[in-house]
């Protein structure tokens, strides 16, 4: 909220951006658990995680 307010990111439900946030991570921590990563011959999961949510986060970013 203190990041909407400064305009720093887009207006929005905060709670909404959470849910999305745990789904995220729910779901690669799901993959992640059951090797489905390992199978499909993905890059290591701190690197796909790390793309998630800077993919994720920059959705959030308002351009100047």
Same mark, same amino acid.
């Given at each position: 909220?203190?990041?909407?307010?400064?305009? %720093? *990111?887009?207006?929005?439900?905060?709670?909404?951006?959470?849910? *999305?946030?745990? $789904?995220?991570?729910?779901?690669?921590?799901? %993959?992640? *658990?059951?090797?489905?990563?390992?199978?499909?011959?993905? $890059?290591?999961?701190?690197?796909?995680?790390?793309?998630? %949510?800077?993919?994720?986060?920059?959705?959030?970013? %308002?351009?100047?």
């Amino acid at each position: 909220v203190e990041c909407q307010e400064a305009q %720093l *990111i887009r207006a929005g439900n905060p709670k909404e951006f959470a849910q *999305i946030n745990w $789904a995220l991570v729910h779901g690669l921590s799901i %993959l992640f *658990i059951d090797q489905q990563f390992i199978t499909m011959g993905c $890059a290591p999961i701190e690197e796909l995680a790390n793309s998630a %949510l800077k993919s994720l986060i920059e959705g959030w970013i %308002l351009s100047n």
